[in-house]
C-alpha cells in the first residue's frame, strides 16, 4: 500500500459523458502527477500539481482539467469522453522537495471504460 | 522530445535464469532513472540511480546507470515466478518543472 488513494476503482461511462477521478495523495507530499496507461500507449504523463498550482504539463487533451484544492487532493476531469479514453488512470505523489528523483509512489489507479 | 527506450519488450525465462534488462534514454536536463515492478495494477517503486549513485542492489535485483551511453540495465538473478511482471524505467528530467518519463515497459514471464 503507497499510500496513495484514488476513487473510484472502476468506472464505465458512455461517449461523449464527462468524469471526475479523484486522488488524495500520500501524507506530507505536496505533487501530485496524473497518468494515463492504455494497452497501445504505456504510461503517459498528463500533469502536475505542486501545492495547488500547476507545476508541468505533459500530453493532457484539451477535453480533461485537473486541479489540487487546498487539502493537496486532487480531481482529474474528462469530458466528451471518446473510446479511446479508456484506460487505467493513475495518479502519484512525491514530497518534491526539489531534490533531485524525488521518488513517486503511485496510487491503485481507475481504471475508465467508455462504452 | 524526451525519449525512454526498454528492451526487450518481451521476455520469458525459466525459474533460476538470470535476465537482464536494458533502458536507455534521451533526455534534456537528466535528473534521475527510477526502475518500478508492475503486477496486477499500480506501479511499485524498485531502484532510483542518480549522477550520484549509479549502481543500486537489493537481493537478486541490481541496477547500473551508464551516464556515458545514457542507459541502464536491471539485473535479476535466480528468477522466481513471483518476479513475473512488467518492467518500467523511467527518467526524471528537468525542464521548467520536472515530468518523469516512461518506457514502454519489459514484460518477463518467469515459467516454473
Known amino acids: 500500500d503507497s499510500g496513495v488513494t484514488q476513487t473510484p476503482k472502476h468506472l464505465i461511462t458512455a461517449t461523449g459523458q464527462r468524469v471526475t477521478l479523484r486522488c488524495s495523495p500520500r501524507s506530507g507530499d505536496l505533487s501530485v502527477y496524473w497518468y494515463q496507461q492504455s494497452l497501445d500507449q504505456g504510461l503517459q504523463f498528463l500533469i502536475q500539481y505542486y501545492n495547488g498550482e500547476e507545476r508541468a504539463k505533459g500530453n493532457i487533451l484539451e477535453r480533461f482539467s485537473a486541479q489540487q484544492f487546498p487539502d493537496l487532493h486532487s480531481e482529474l476531469n474528462l469530458s466528451s469522453l471518446e473510446l479511446g479514453d479508456s484506460a487505467l488512470y493513475f495518479c502519484a505523489s512525491s514530497q518534491n522537495t526539489g531534490l533531485p528523483g524525488d521518488t513517486q509512489y503511485f496510487g491503485p489507479g481507475t481504471r475508465l471504460t467508455v462504452l | 522530445e524526451d525519449k525512454v527506450v526498454q528492451s526487450p519488450l518481451s521476455l520469458v525465462v525459466h525459474e533460476g535464469d538470470t535476465v537482464t534488462l536494458n533502458c536507455s534514454y534521451e533526455?534534456?536536463?537528466?535528473?534521475?532513472l527510477l526502475w518500478y515492478k508492475q503486477e496486477k495494477k499500480a506501479p511499485t517503486f524498485l531502484f532510483m540511480l542518480t549522477s550520484s549513485g549509479i549502481e543500486k542492489k537489493s537481493g537478486r535485483l541490481s541496477s547500473i546507470l551508464d551516464k556515458k551511453e545514457l542507459s541502464s540495465i536491471l539485473n535479476i538473478t535466480a528468477t522466481q515466478t513471483g518476479d513475473s511482471a512488467i518492467y518500467l524505467c523511467a527518467v526524471l528530467a528537468q525542464g521548467g518543472s520536472e515530468k518523469l518519463v516512461f518506457g514502454k515497459g519489459t514484460k518477463l514471464t518467469v515459467n516454473p
Open positions: 533526455v534534456t536536463n537528466f535528473r534521475s
